[in-house]
């Protein structure tokens, strides 16, 4: 019994919420329309929690992600306003997200520095630089250049369904690309044995002929190369970029990854599970909406259900191990 | 065995919960969403409560989404309660930012409306305040207390249209009194908020213009340059000259410097229970089958002087 809670125990209670909407809102939960709707609102979501699984699968974090997703929607944005091609700015916010990412990489690997401790100084120093690049205001209106918001609005044609037309978003399917491209590299390549080999045991990994440094530094490049991406995708999304907009990501995307732990055979952090996460996060938000909770008693509830969620994976670990 | 007793009635207990919550959305009534990333600001706090009065009254299922400042939130939010199938949406914020949401809404045939949002061909109608009117009643004022006669100091900001809106009104007041000079037009830097800047600018204005009589009246198209502007003639021991400063929106500062009975003579200032109680009666007309022709509608708004600046 204990074996089954544990193994499947939180799977059990995604699909219980999941269950619980459907039998709540008959009509309207358990449509394509509703889950394309709710795939493209986690999008952004999605690409941040995947990249930020890279990092905790060797033990770290990165609670910059948030700050940067913000710092590279302002930069884009303001490059628009000078005029920069779509390409150019949207190539500098991404330079913008790997640099950050290299400098959170060199203050954790090369100088040392917890991850934790780190990446709050860089959050405080991206989301300093994102008010000083964008002045504080929001870029919006004729400054954003049509075929960037177009992006976010866009997507692959299904058919129709009672007589609308079906869209698979553009954003969607950008986040699955970025999530595939992880997988791949996590869970098939050696460069991905390796994270998994320094977040079991870094001293052994070392040990073991594993150049820890480098791979740390890289991780968190990658990392803040997927924020970059996400606050792109987010000024898409909104046509617009004002300094704080990417904030909310970072906590979001850190209870994904835990609450995708859950689910994991081994307690470790995967990419799939991590998509697991974010889709319990999302189909929280989309269906507590449709059933008019209060957004503040909605936030309580999506505290408690990671709280469940950790708690009987605790629970289920400690029984397993006959106490 | 104990353990997962123990997690059982945990889970029965949340299952619980989440029924009754279930439970309580099924009111009778319509189905009203107000969406906001700005609930914490006192004004839309204002316009929310006297949406929700008016909106109780009408016996409506008001349910409202604060987003904590996310946008993108909130087009999420419209695209579920387009789902879910409300009868009409409120936002409070600039459409032009939520696109995407508006489109949603439009496939789904919800009416949209603005709660001082801004103006776009998806939303029905727009309920805020008349800039035009703000500037003419403040310049009106200012013409007024000076005689029709006398140099005046503008300070405007035609980079932002709102405000650029209040500029024009009072350029063209001015213009109708023949007395009446416009000494300088002065846009300062808001970067900093707009009240250094604006008292630097006005204090190189007193320097130019050293004769008592020689300034008239400030006439700022909102609070921060007029309380900037005070500060400089207080600052230069001017405040007796008899200098009438006016503003726009009636902040707190503002208000307090008017009820201090100085230089600072008027300002306006807005109704926003007035604009949540219009939004919903807007959104009645539109919900009992009338069609709307203005796409804009204004909630009439309050010249605030010593008088009533405590109120």
Known sequence: MARVLRHYGSLIGMAAIVL?????????????????????????????????????????????????ASLAGVVAAVLFTLGAPVPVALAAALAVGLAGGVLNGVLVSVIGILPFVATLATLTMFSGAAFLVSGGKTVFGRDIPQGFADFARSGLPLGTLDGKPLVLPALTLFAAAVTL?????????????????IGGNAEAARLAGVKVDRLRLSAFAFTGAGAALAGLMYASRVASANPV??????????????????????????????????????????????LQVDSYVRQVLVGAIIIVAVSVSAIGKRAMRGR | MTGFTRRAVGGLA????????????????????????????????????????????????????????????????????????????????????????????????IPVFGMDAGAD???????????????????????????????????????????????????????????ITVLDRVTPDVSDGGIADSRAKMEAILQANPEPGSIKAVWAAWDQPALGALQA???????????????????????????????????????????????????????????????????????ITSANAKE
Not at chain 1, 181 to 197: N, S
Not at chain 1, 246 to 260: E, H, K, P, R
Not at chain 2, 245 to 254: E, F, L, S, Y
Request: charged share 15%.
């Open chain 1, 245 to 290: 907009q990417g904030d909310g990501l970072m906590l979001s995307a850190i209870a994904a990854v835990f609450l995708g732990m859950t689910i994991t055979r081994d307690g470790q952090p995967h990419v799939l599970a991590t998509v697991a996460g974010v889709v319990t996060l999302g189909v929280m938000d989309n269906g507590l909406t449709q």
């Open chain 1, 20 to 68: 619980f909407f459907w039998a709540a809102l008959p009509d309207t939960f358990m449509t394509a329309r509703n889950w394309l709707n709710i795939s493209q609102q986690l999008s952004m979501l999605t690409v941040v929690a995947v990249t930020m699984t890279v990092v905790m699968v060797m033990g770290d974090f990165d609670l910059s992600v948030g700050a940067m």
């Open chain 2, 121 to 179: 061909p998806r939303i029905k109608a727009n309920v805020t305040s008349n800039g035009y009117a703000m500037a003419a009643e403040t310049s009106v004022y200012v013409a007024n207390r000076i005689g029709g006669a006398g140099n005046v100091v503008m300070f405007v900001f035609d980079a932002f249209p709102p405000v650029q809106a209040r500029g024009v009104i009072a350029d063209a007041v001015f213009k109708n009194h023949p007395d």
């Open chain 2, 233 to 303: 003639i207080e600052a230069a021991g001017r405040q007796n000259e008899g200098i009438v400063i006016t503003g726009i929106d009636a902040n707190p500062q503002a208000r307090d410097a008017i009820a201090a009975g100085g230089n600072f003579e008027a300002s306006i200032a807005q109704d926003f229970q007035g604009i949540g109680k219009t939004t919903a009666d807007t959104v009645a007309r539109v919900l009992g089958g009338e069609a709307l022709k203005a796409n804009v509608i204004y909630v009439p708004t309050r010249l």
């Open chain 2, 14 to 109: 949340l299952a619980a919960a989440l029924a009754n919550l279930g439970g309580m959305a099924h009111a009778a009534g319509e189905k009203v969403a107000v969406i906001t990333p700005y609930l914490s600001q006192p004004g839309t706090q204002f316009y929310v409560e006297a949406f929700q009065a008016r909106a109780k009254e009408l016996g409506w299922d008001v349910n409202v989404i604060d987003t904590a400042g996310d946008v993108a939130a909130v087009i999420s939010r419209m695209e579920d309660v387009a789902t879910q199938g409300v009868d009409a949406i409120v936002l409070n914020v600039d459409p032009a930012q939520v696109g995407a949401g508006l489109d949603a809404a439009v496939a789904a045939n």
């Open chain 1, 181 to 197: 491209a992880v997988w791949v590299v996590l869970d098939h390549t050696t460069y991905g044995r390796r994270l998994y080999a």
